[in-house]
């Protein structure tokens, strides 16, 4: 998986969600495909953030990719 | 685990009923109930820098926000002992410091989270309805006329003048900490953390509204003269409102964590 990708849902998890959930993020990237991380990650945003900002922050990622 | 705010309504009218039943002489037990909620609202902010530790930006805000939140638990817990078991004038006293110290870490704390939602150069009006900006205003007026234009007494001595004043300035702060959450609210639209931020609003105007009239009958509730000293209410159920918000958001983030372990 891109490096950059990884660094930046660890950047996005840190900020909002705190290190521990960022930490237990990192976790998933050994054996999970990009597409479910992506959609996992869509999912979680969306309840915390809304709609709205949650595809703002999806489409800042979808950059690395 | 589901913080219930239901539990939380029910401890506001438990210690609301002995403040209301209670007979002035037992005002002392009410008082020393209170001082649980400033700690409790602390306690809470502590958990939440814990959740999101001290190198990213939330964690930062929340420990400023925290540290405003422990002056005014100290300044609550002078301003009890002053009165209570010294029998002193609380005002003008060092818990008046407390509590006008705790002001500008508040503020910080509460711009830098609006910094964080809103990165770039923003004019709170291109943000927010104009009704939010109305009723702004509106506060901000009485706060000018009581916290500060009536606050002044040309008879007090410079200090006691200064920390009068101070409260109304800090209020006028609050309301613009306000118009910065409230336009978190509207960035975050229907997600969880405009919630949180909802409960938090819902504290800061409690506590503008008990300052508010506080100001006013702060004679009143001094002598402990019913029903000015319910102003404690509010403030209580501001302590309350912002505890809940932290607490709830704590537990929110550790389900997170959890489906995340289970994916």
Redesign the interface.
Same mark, same amino acid.
């Given at each position: 998986m891109n490096t950059l990708f990884q660094k930046d849902i660890y950047e996005l998890f840190?900020?909002?969600?705190?290190? #521990?959930?960022a930490e237990?993020?990192v976790?998933?990237y050994a054996d999970?495909s990009e597409d479910f991380i992506l959609l #996992?990650i869509t999912e979680?945003l969306?309840?915390?953030?809304?709609?709205?900002?949650?595809q703002e922050e999806i489409d800042k990622l979808k950059k690395y990719l | 685990m589901k913080l219930k705010f239901s539990l939380f309504l029910f401890i506001f009218f438990l210690v609301s009923s002995a403040y209301v039943l209670g007979v002035e002489k037992h005002a002392i037990i009410n008082q020393t109930l209170f001082l649980i909620f400033p700690i409790f609202a602390t306690l809470t902010g502590l958990l939440a820098i814990k959740t999101y530790s001290l190198n990213n930006a939330t964690g930062k805000s929340l420990f400023l926000i925290t540290t405003g939140l422990f002056f005014w638990a100290v300044g609550e817990i002078v301003w009890y002992i002053f009165k209570n078991l010294l029998n002193i004038d609380p005002f003008p006293s060092i818990a008046d410091g407390f509590f006008i110290l705790g002001y500008p870490f508040i503020v910080i704390g509460l711009y830098k989270e609006f910094k964080k939602a809103h990165p770039k150069p923003t004019s709170l009006h291109r943000i927010l309805p104009v009704s939010y900006m109305l009723i702004a205003l509106l506060l901000t007026a009485i706060v000018l006329y009581f916290g500060v234009y009536s606050a002044y007494d040309s008879t007090a001595v410079f200090l006691n003048n200064m920390i009068a004043i101070s409260y109304g300035i800090g209020d006028l702060f609050l309301i613009i900490n306000l118009l910065f959450v409230l336009s978190m609210i509207q960035a975050y639209g229907g997600g969880r953390l405009a919630t949180f931020w909802k409960a938090i609003i819902l504290g800061f105007l409690l506590f503008l509204v008990a300052d508010i009239i506080f100001a006013i009958y702060n004679i009143e509730y001094t002598e402990n003269i019913k029903p000015y000293i319910y102003i404690d209410l509010l403030w209580m159920a501001g302590y309350l409102s912002l505890a809940y918000a932290l607490l709830d958001n704590c537990l929110y983030i550790h389900k997170v964590k959890k489906r995340i372990q289970q994916l």
């Open positions: 840190l900020k909002y969600f705190g290190r #521990s959930t237990a993020y976790g998933l999970k #996992s979680l969306t309840e915390y953030l809304g709609k709205e900002k949650a | -």
